[in-house]
């Protein structure tokens, strides 16, 4: 019991000292952080300022090029972190169902094809796209799209769910929901989440942590230590009114 409750009081994931890149292309320096299990982090920043890379070192997806991006134990091997990409990462030339699209969200995961078969149609149901199992993932609206990519990560019955931008291009009603569900998710399955975001009321409302992206660095913490006028100055290069967001005139 208490190596359980050790367990689960350690990060599970830690940023040391993390330069994060491509080849020699430094993108973010010097990257310290961690983050705990039931925590809800938005990452937010300028485009280009390092999110995705980020969250692609957590993937594993690329590795650091100083100092370590580390996963508990119980995550490393990852199969428990569903991650929801930019539709824009969707491969537009591979054409599938909705059913097909969701249950490659198994990937590399050993199941038998009955059970499979169970998971893909239960999240489907959770995500209310059930009853257009058979349509193309293509010829389906950008909200229910969105629905299918949530679904493909919730099959994993993840711990730590990854979602990039996700409410971009949806209808205020579709983006309503969508952020319904990730808070239910993190409320009560005690997901933890990492919430990319360009949209400062959802970070002031939702995330309990932030990270703030720019010029190479991160600034990340508790919610209400990081988020503030000065901080969001120096992510955006803009005077931001703290807490209503109305950019003001620029400095003379
Ligand atoms: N595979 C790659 N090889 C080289 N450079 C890359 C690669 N992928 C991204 N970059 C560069 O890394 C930088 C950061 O990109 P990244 O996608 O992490 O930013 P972001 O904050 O997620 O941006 P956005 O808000 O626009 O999605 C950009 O300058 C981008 O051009």
Redesign the pocket.
């Known amino acids: 019991m208490e190596k359980e409750q050790a367990q689960q009081e350690t990060p599970i994931i830690v940023a040391e000292k993390a330069n994060i890149?491509?080849?020699k292309?430094v993108?973010l320096q010097d990257v310290n952080m961690e983050i705990h299990s039931g925590d809800f982090w938005c990452f937010i920043?300028?485009?280009?300022?390092?999110?995705?890379?980020?969250?692609?070192s957590i993937l594993g997806a690329i590795k650091t090029l100083r100092g370590v991006v580390v996963l508990r134990k119980d995550f490393a091997r990852r199969t428990r972190i569903g991650f929801v990409p930019?539709e824009s990462e969707l491969n537009k030339s591979v054409s599938t169902t909705l059913e097909e699209f969701v249950a490659c969200g198994l990937a590399g995961i050993p199941f038998k094809k009955s059970v499979r078969h169970k998971r893909t149609l239960k999240v489907m149901e959770i995500m209310g796209i059930k009853h257009i199992k058979n349509s193309s993932i293509w010829n389906v609206s950008g909200g229910q799209r969105q629905r299918a990519m949530i679904a493909r990560a919730l099959i994993r019955d993840p711990l730590l769910m990854i979602v990039?931008?996700p409410t971009s291009g949806l209808d205020f009603r579709a983006a309503h929901e969508l952020l319904q569900t990730i808070t239910d998710l993190n409320r009560d399955k005690k997901i933890t989440v990492i919430f990319?975001t360009?949209d400062l009321n959802i970070c002031q409302e939702l995330a309990s942590h932030v990270a703030m992206?720019h010029d190479q660095k991160v600034i990340a913490g508790v919610k209400e230590e990081v988020f503030n006028s000065e901080n969001l100055e120096k992510t955006f290069g803009i005077a931001v009114e703290f807490p209503f967001y109305r950019t003001l005139k620029s400095k003379e």
């Open positions: 890149g491509y080849g292309k993108i920043g300028s485009n280009g300022s390092g999110k995705t890379s980020l969250i692609k930019q990039d931008e990319v360009h992206f």
